[in-house]
């Protein structure tokens, strides 16, 4: 006899059972009209051919975490790196569907400096010549540009885009550079993580793909508009480091696409020794092969001051089209 207080949960349990019952009845009959069309199929002279599987589940051993042990992770090494100083080689692909084609920039020497809260100050030096190829800096919000090549010095902020398809390196900002190279902290304050188990496909030596399991952290941002995508970090299940990063604008669309690869051991701290770093709205592509990496070495503000030089183009790109560009010295009216 079953008491009166119970019987909802009875009647309940009752049609969850039926209801098993239906779909193991369901599933039983599916599963004997598929046999039997397979078996009309063999006997009616029909072509029948197995085809291998493409895609290969990796078999390497792959570790376990959890949303806070991913988490941790990430504020850890955010928190205790301070600055970064690294001799780099840099490629840099510019160019796309908008453009047409490509151009590529192949091996330039380079040197970034790196320091908390948002400074970034990154050179490129001509390839033989070892001449300034590009020269730029950035307190988070204002940056400068030096191109001598072009004689252009170019001012504007960080957060204002102003693609210009005939001066691709002008769409370039230290800023995004400096995001991608220190990946923040996850505020716990303004920010909630949602993890997801998934895959990545990658090649191995014999260059057949193979699907390996990931992490992925997808980071939603409050701000006063309400909720926003704020970025995604995809984590490698053989060493659990960030292997790729998305950080998305506020109209959801894919602003920085950032990848990490071949870590090593630079001053006791696990760091990328090849980060590259595409932009798809501004179509350009740069690559940082890092050959030298001091973290948290002394940096002084006078290492993140570009002077204006003489006699160069001074373009403002927060100003008018009309008055972009005047020679160093003459302000635009």
């Given amino acids: 006899m079953i008491h009166s207080g119970f019987e909802p949960f009875a009647a309940l349990y009752t049609q969850m059972v039926e209801r098993h019952s239906y779909i193991l009845m369901r599933r039983s009959s599916s599963f004997l009209v598929v046999s039997l069309f397979l078996a009309v199929l063999s006997t009616t002279g029909c072509v029948l051919r197995t085809r291998p599987v493409e895609d290969q589940y990796s078999k390497a051993p792959l570790k376990a975490s959890t949303q806070q042990g991913l988490i941790d992770g990430i504020n850890q090494q955010a928190e205790k790196i301070h600055s970064l100083k690294a001799t780099v080689d840099i490629d840099t692909s510019v160019g796309g569907m908008k453009k047409g084609h490509y151009t590529d920039y192949k091996e330039i020497r380079g040197y970034v400096l790196a320091r908390k809260p948002d400074s970034l100050h990154m050179i490129g030096l001509m390839p033989i010549v070892r001449t300034t190829a590009f020269d730029m800096v950035s307190d988070g919000q204002d940056f400068k540009l030096w191109i001598p090549p072009k ?44 993890l997801e188990n998934g895959y990545e496909t990658l090649h191995d030596d014999k260059g057949r793909r193979v699907l390996q399991d990931d992490y992925e952290l997808t980071v939603i941002q409050k701000y006063e508009k309400g909720w926003r995508l704020e970025r995604k970090i995809i984590f490698g299940r053989i060493d659990l480091q960030p292997h790729r990063q998305y950080i998305y604008s506020e109209d959801g669309t894919v602003a920085t696409d950032a990848r ?49 030089p003489s006699g160069a183009v001074v373009v403002h790109l927060d100003r008018p089209q009309s008055s972009l560009a005047a020679p160093a010295g003459i302000e635009p009216q």
């Fill in 151 to 194: 004689n252009r010095f170019v001012i504007g902020k960080n957060d204002v885009a102003t693609p210009n398809t005939d001066q691709p390196m002008e769409n370039i900002r230290p800023q995004n550079i400096y995001e991608a190279l220190l990946i923040k902290r996850i505020d716990p304050d303004s920010e909630i993580a949602v």
């Fill in 260 to 308: 990490y690869a071949q870590y090593k051991d630079f001053d006791g701290f696990s760091f990328p020794s090849r980060i590259e770093i595409f932009r798809p709205q501004e179509e350009y592509d740069i690559t940082l092969n890092m050959l030298k990496v001091d973290i948290n070495k002394p940096l002084t503000d006078d290492q993140f001051v570009l002077a204006q």
